[in-house]
């Protein structure tokens, strides 16, 4: 904490530069700014050479994002116990674009008032500090400085056993959430173990498991009986198709159902379907979508030249399209709706 008292001296002090104490902060200030800027120039040099490669691109991410924590630590000092920084959504399943959101979590192990002060203010610190590196807010404040996000080990227990059993739309989807969770810095143990208690109490209560599938059942219809894509009617992306709602989001909400039915314990939806592959009952079904899966994300980078930030990245405009390219995207989201047909005759026990 010493390094952040001497940066709050420095802010109080700027103009007072005969004060030998605010002339030590100024230094700090200064290397941390420097810190920064030298992340902004690594991130911005090197993003755009992992846009064709989705596995090099995500894992490029993630030095980004931990040494944004690195850089957060710098700032307000060691963590004061053992703890874990998760990241979720298509971070936590490794399906990030070249432009993302945010998506991440704290679990700290002791819940003593000052580790809960440290670690909230640490997540408020990351969080600006990834927006900063160019990693917008989530709209849904799924970020280490909401304190829904950000609790001890004991009160992550009692949250998700709460969420589970309360079973609203919103508590399903927030559990959901934490489901594509993955460790990214410190104590890996924390999240492996808090999943496996996830999967146990959906395994001793699989009447829950039709409220996970309830969240999920209502897709978009991408298109019609005719074969012609369903495009927006209205708005700045009127003409255009959204990839993440009608095509994207059909397959992962999918298959991360079946995933916590089958008790996969893997957060990509590659290595999920892989998993479920194995598996006797989904061993000719699974490779299918898989392969359209793969298409579809090789596609969505395919499209960073055109696009300038995260939301842009969902839409394209099928008349700019060349006619064998439209052809694939119309099977990418004919394969979407059956997957997702496919998945109902699971759940219903047809």
């Keep these: 904490m010493q390094k952040k008292k001497l940066v709050e001296a ?51 991410h993630d030095q980004v994002m931990k040494k944004a924590f690195q850089l957060s630590i710098n700032q307000i000092g060691p963590p004061p116990c053992s703890f874990s920084w998760f990241v979720m959504g298509s971070s936590g399943r490794s399906e990030q674009g070249i432009f993302s959101d945010q998506d991440h979590g704290l679990v700290f192990e002791d819940n003593g008032e000052k580790n809960m002060l440290y670690f909230r203010h640490l997540g408020k610190e ?17 970020m280490s400085s909401n304190i829904l996000w950000c609790r001890s080990y004991k009160e992550w227990e009692e949250q ?55 969240n999920i059942r209502h897709v978009r219809n991408s298109v019609g009986l005719f ?15 959204d990839l993440k709602s009608m095509a994207y989001l059909p397959y992962v909400n999918a298959i991360r159902y079946l995933a916590i039915k089958e008790g996969v314990y893997e957060t990509s939806t590659i290595l999920r379907m892989n998993a479920l592959s194995k598996m006797t009952r989904y061993e000719k079904d699974i490779p299918i979508y898989q392969r359209y899966f793969k298409k579809l994300l090789a596609y969505r980078l395919s499209l960073i030249n055109e696009r300038t930030s995260c939301q842009s990245m969902n ?24 997957l997702h047909r496919f998945i109902e005759t699971i759940a219903k026990g047809l």
Aim: aromatic content about 12%.
């Design 160 to 214: 998700i056993n709460g969420w589970i059993e309360q079973g609203s739309w919103e508590s399903i989807r927030n559990a959901t959430i934490f489901f594509d969770s993955r460790n990214l810095v410190g104590n890996d143990e924390f999240i492996e173990d808090l999943k496996r208690q996830f999967l146990n109490k959906i395994v001793s209560n699989p009447k829950v498991l039709e409220r996970f599938f309830e």
């Design 227 to 241: 074969g012609q894509i369903f495009v927006e009617t209205k708005g700045i992306h009127q003409g255009e198709i």
């Design 10 to 60: 420095n802010g109080e002090g700027l103009n007072e530069s005969k004060n030998s104490r605010c002339t030590v902060g100024g230094r700090v200030l200064k290397f941390l700014m420097n810190e920064h800027q030298s992340l902004v120039s690594w991130k911005n040099n090197y993003l755009f050479k992992y846009f064709s490669d989705n596995r090099s691109l995500n894992l490029f």
């Design 315 to 338: 839409y394209i405009n099928v008349k700019n399209i060349e006619r064998e390219k439209r052809k694939e995207i119309k099977e990418i989201l004919h394969h979407g709706k059956r």
């Design 126 to 142: 990351l969080t600006d500090e990834l927006y900063r590196l160019g990693y917008s807010y989530c709209e849904g404040k799924v």
